[in-house]
Nanobody, 125 residues
């Protein structure tokens, strides 16, 4: 049974940094993709970043390019989201999600089958 568990959410001031972690278990191979999504109050959920666990191909939303970096350790089945230069508009619940994929590519618009419970990120002075 696949499980994804997020951690690392916190409250920070604008300009600060956080690193979110996603611990993954249960995938039968490394042919899968992990994505980070976020949902702010009153807004629809949006894709932030994703990574192919097989080859490391990544994708970022335009709103976070240059500030957020996704990385992985396939041996440890862990994905991180390093968040720098945080802004108040980054405030949201951040979710980690995964799906199987035979391709070394990722996309927010694919169907993600396995979701974590979410971790709260608050950026406020």
């Amino acid at each position: 049974q696949v499980q994804v568990v997020e951690s690392g959410g916190d409250s920070v001031q604008p300009g600060g940094s956080l690193r979110l972690s996603c611990a993954v278990s249960g995938f039968s191979s490394n042919y899968y993709v992990i994505g980070w999504f976020r949902q702010a109050p009153g807004k629809v959920r949006e894709g932030v970043s994703c990574i192919s666990m097989r080859g490391g191909t990544t994708m970022y939303a335009d709103s976070v390019k240059g500030r957020l970096t996704i990385s992985r350790d396939s041996a440890k089945n862990t994905v991180w989201l390093q968040m720098n230069s945080l802004k108040p508009e980054d405030t949201a619940v951040y979710y980690c999600a995964g799906h199987y994929s035979v391709f070394d590519a990722c996309d927010f618009h694919q169907t993600y089958d396995y979701w974590g419970q979410g971790t709260q990120v608050t950026v406020s002075s």
